[in-house]
């Protein structure tokens, strides 16, 4: 019975964290819509305008713009997971980390209930583009789509994980984007979200190697569009090894934190 309550108080508090993001999330529409604009901006404009002249030969006889699909997933979640962590810095200025740190909550219910928070808003954002994606022709299975939840999910609290590292130790919103910039765009480019990972410079097959967001590109390909560098399975044990080590990760810079 004791430990029915304790459970029922601990879910609780993560709740009430997670609904808090939630509702700043819903509030600022214009981050919304800014969110989804930018990978619709890569998608149609990019994909079209790349696509218009290179041959589909290069990309497993793929449309470019359906070739690129999983990584316009995965660059929305990148964005929106990393940047995550400035709301942290948010927090701490106007003195609501500092009563959350006070309350009877423990350092890594904060950080669970936060990172639960990045990781509804990516959702929210892969969602609408899964929407898009019918209505340029892609096909989803019930499946697929579990599939594609299960690899979101996991990217999402890797990166979300990752953006609340950083923002727990900075001061200052404007550091946070100048050392946030250094690592979202090589995470991005590295992904092969726009080339196929085949045939690359030894170099650059390395570099792409040990980026996360490679296996969630890789993984998103092989369940939409049927075609990938690695076995799905490979996908998803390094992509989950990666959230486990970038979730601990967040969690002991957590309990580091100063609340000012």
């Not at 500092?98 to 009877?104: D, G, I, L, T």
């Not at 410079?201 to 590109?217: M, R």
């Not at 044990?237 to 000012?260: C, D, E, P, Q, W």
Request: proline share 3%; net charge positive; hydrophobic share 55%.
């Amino acid at each position: 019975m004791s430990n029915t309550i304790d459970a029922s108080i601990y879910f609780g508090k993560i709740y009430a964290l997670w609904l808090r993001e939630f509702k700043v999330f819903f509030r600022e529409k214009s981050r919304l819509v800014a969110s989804t604009f930018t990978p619709l901006l890569w998608l149609f404009v990019i994909g079209n305008g790349f696509g218009s002249s290179t041959s589909s030969t290069a990309f497993h006889a793929l449309d470019y713009q359906k070739f690129i699909f999983p990584g316009i997933i995965c660059m929305s979640v990148i964005f929106s997971a990393v940047f995550f962590g400035s709301y942290i810095i948010w927090d701490r200025k106007f003195d609501f980390l500092k009563s959350v740190m006070v309350a009877p909550v423990s350092r890594g219910t904060i950080f669970t209930g936060k990172v639960l928070g990045g990781m509804t808003n990516s959702l929210i954002q892969t969602g609408i583009l899964l929407v898009v994606g019918v209505i340029i022709g892609m096909q989803f299975t019930p499946l697929g789509i579990i599939e594609t939840v299960a690899v979101i999910l996991l990217l999402s609290f890797a990166l979300t994980s990752l953006g609340l590292t950083i923002g727990s130790y900075m001061t200052s919103l404007e550091g946070f984007q100048m050392i946030v910039s250094f690592v979202v765009f090589p995470l991005f480019f590295l992904s092969g979200a726009l080339f196929p990972l085949d045939k690359l410079p030894a170099w650059l097959s390395i570099l792409t190697t040990i980026d996360p967001a490679t296996y969630s590109v890789d993984a998103l390909r092989n369940i939409i569009l049927g075609i990938g560098s690695i076995p799905l399975g490979i996908d998803m044990l390094i992509l989950t090894l990666y959230t486990v080590g970038l979730g601990l990760l967040g969690t002991l810079s957590f309990r580091r934190m100063k609340a000012i």
